[in-house]
């Protein structure tokens, strides 16, 4: 079992800045990947960005150049960056961690980028 757990949400003018973090606790053995996603009003949900355990990383195209996935193993957290936030980002962000077996889920951090 794996449990996860996210921070960092809030409110936030256009332009301005947050950093979103995924603690992570249980059998952290078996994750193969973290991922961010998130699911805004109306919308399904979107794969924002992921990295493995050998620190590769991905990105949507709306985010490249602006968000970055990061990890610690000391503090066993996966951090989102993210800067030069848009209105369009608003959403709830979720942490995802693909395990051996299944996939696991923090209950989400809510995003609000104001114009």
């Known amino acids: 079992q794996v449990q996860l757990v996210e921070s960092g949400g809030g409110l936030v003018q256009a332009g301005g800045s947050l950093r979103l973090s995924c603690a992570a606790s249980g059998s952290l053995f078996s994750i193969n990947a973290m991922r961010w996603y998130r699911q805004a009003p109306g919308k399904q949900r979107e794969l924002v960005a992921g990295i493995t355990r050998g620190g590769s990383t991905n990105y949507a195209d709306s985010v490249k150049r602006r968000f970055t996935i990061s990890r610690d193993y000391a503090k066993n957290t996966v951090y989102l960056q993210m800067n030069t936030l848009k209105p369009e980002d608003t959403a709830v962000y979720f942490c995802?961690?693909?395990?051996?077996?299944?996939?696991?889920w923090g209950q989400g951090t809510q995003v609000t980028v104001s114009s």
């Open positions: 995802n961690a693909v395990a051996i077996r299944n996939d696991y």
